[in-house]
C-alpha cells in the first residue's frame, strides 16, 4: 500500500509564474489535508478536501492560492503569480475519514523556491 | 496567538538516556492530541497518540502524557537512540485539521 505521493518534490519558480503542486492520498482515503512548513517554523494548516469538495480553508490566504480534488486524479494545489514570500515546504496529508481522533499520513512534500 | 507550543527547540541527550518533550495548549476543547517525529526534507510521521480520556498511551519505548488541568503533554522517549534524533512536532486535533506547535529538534549523542 503505497503512502501519500507528493510531486514534485523540489519545484523552482521565476516570481510572478503558476506552482502546480500535486498529492496522491493513500488507496482507500477520501480525505486531504495541504499543509504549509516556512523555515524554521511548524506546520500551518492550509486547506481540507473531500473528493470534489472544499471542506476547510480557513488557512488558505485569499488570493493566489488555490485547491482542488478531483473525482479522478490528484488534489492540486495551486499558486499563481508567486512570490519570494511563498518559498516553502507545502505536505498533503490524507485520512481515511476525518481526522477526529485519528492520524493524518504525510507525504514526503514538496518544496517550493521561488526565484 | 499560537494554541500549541513547543517552548523548547531544541534537547540534546546522551544515548541511553531519557528524552522528555514538552508541549503546552490554550484549547480545552479538543480531546485527542498526537505527536509526529520529522526527518529533514521528508514528511512528518505519526508517532503516537493519546486521547483526553486518558492521562497515559505507551508504544514501546514511546511514552505520552497528558495533564489536562495543566493543559500540558509531553512525549518521553527512553532508552534514547541516535536513530530518534529528528524533529518532534506535537499536534492538537482541532476538528478538520490538526494544530501544530513549533517543533523540537532532538539531538540523540552516541
Known amino acids: 500500500n503505497a503512502g501519500v505521493m507528493q510531486n514534485p518534490r523540489h519545484l523552482v519558480r521565476r516570481r510572478g509564474q503558476e506552482a502546480r503542486l500535486r498529492c496522491s492520498p493513500m488507496k482507500g482515503h477520501s480525505h486531504v489535508y495541504w499543509y504549509r512548513q516556512l523555515p524554521e517554523e511548524g506546520l500551518k494548516f492550509m486547506v481540507y478536501l473531500q473528493k470534489e469538495n472544499i471542506i476547510d480553508e480557513s488557512g488558505m490566504p485569499k488570493e493566489r492560492f488555490s485547491a482542488e480534488f478531483p473525482k479522478e486524479g490528484p488534489s492540486i494545489l495551486r499558486i499563481q503569480q508567486v512570490v519570494r514570500g511563498d518559498s516553502a515546504a507545502y505536505f498533503c496529508?490524507?485520512?481515511?475519514?476525518?481526522?477526529?481522533?485519528?492520524?493524518?499520513?504525510f507525504g514526503q512534500g514538496t518544496r517550493l523556491t521561488v526565484v | 496567538d499560537q494554541q500549541v507550543k513547543q517552548n523548547s527547540p531544541s534537547l540534546s541527550v546522551q544515548e541511553g538516556r531519557i528524552s522528555i518533550l514538552n508541549c503546552d495548549y490554550t484549547n480545552s476543547m479538543f480531546d485527542y492530541f498526537l505527536w509526529y517525529k520529522k526527518y529533514p526534507a521528508e514528511g512528518p510521521t505519526f508517532l503516537i497518540s493519546?486521547?483526553?480520556?486518558?492521562d497515559k498511551n505507551e508504544d514501546g519505548r514511546f511514552t505520552v502524557f497528558l495533564n489536562k488541568s495543566a493543559k500540558h503533554l509531553s512525549l518521553h522517549i527512553v532508552p534514547s537512540q541516535p536513530g530518534d534524533s529528528a524533529v518532534y512536532f506535537c499536534?492538537?486535533?482541532?476538528?478538520?485539521?490538526?494544530?501544530f506547535g513549533g517543533g523540537t529538534r532532538l539531538m540523540v549523542k552516541p
Open positions: 499536534a492538537e486535533n482541532a476538528g478538520n485539521m490538526l494544530t
Open positions: 496529508a490524507s485520512s481515511p475519514s476525518g481526522t477526529r481522533n485519528t492520524e493524518a499520513f
Open positions: 493519546i486521547s483526553s480520556i486518558k
